[in-house]
């Protein structure tokens, strides 16, 4: 069992930035891969951001140059920077864990909302 809890939402407009941050609690050996999926009002749930334990990340393209994912293994936390946000950004981010990279993971965030005014 792992549990994923996430902070760091919120609303900021166009150009604005945050991080939202992810700590992962209990078997967290089975974790080899992190990262963040976001659904927008009426879209489907897509990658935003993953990393692996060993430093290997992947983007999604719309965020490629705006959003830097990394993580603190001694802290087991992964991080989002999102920076120059855009409104095609707002929405539900959500935390996830799994096996390995570009495999969804069985463990969720509760969700968390970011909000881009134009």
């Given at each position: 069992?792992?549990?994923?809890?996430?902070?760091?939402?919120?609303?900021?407009?166009?150009?604005?930035?945050?991080?939202?941050?992810?700590?992962?609690?209990?078997?967290?050996?089975?974790?080899?891969?992190?990262?963040?999926?976001?659904?927008?009002?009426?879209?489907?749930?897509?990658?935003?951001?993953a990393?692996?334990?060993?430093?290997?990340?992947?983007?999604?393209?719309?965020?490629?140059?705006?959003?830097?994912?990394?993580?603190?293994r001694?802290?087991n936390?992964?991080?989002?920077?999102?920076?120059?946000?855009?409104?095609?950004?707002?929405?539900?981010?959500?935390?996830?864990?799994?096996?390995?990279?570009g495999?969804?993971?069985?463990?969720?965030?509760?969700?968390?909302?970011?909000?881009?005014?134009?």
């Open positions: 069992q792992v549990q994923l809890v996430e902070s760091g939402g919120g609303s900021v407009q166009a150009g604005g930035s945050l991080r939202l941050s992810c700590a992962a609690s209990g078997s967290i050996r089975s974790i080899d891969a992190m990262g963040w999926y976001r659904q927008a009002l009426g879209k489907q749930r897509e990658l935003v951001a990393i692996t334990t060993g430093g290997n990340t992947r983007y999604t393209d719309s965020v490629k140059g705006r959003f830097t994912i990394s993580r603190d001694t802290k936390t992964v991080y989002l920077q999102m920076n120059n946000l855009k409104p095609e950004d707002t929405a539900v981010y959500y935390c996830n864990s799994g096996p390995a990279l495999v969804t993971g069985r463990y969720w965030g509760q969700g968390i909302q970011v909000t881009v005014s134009s």
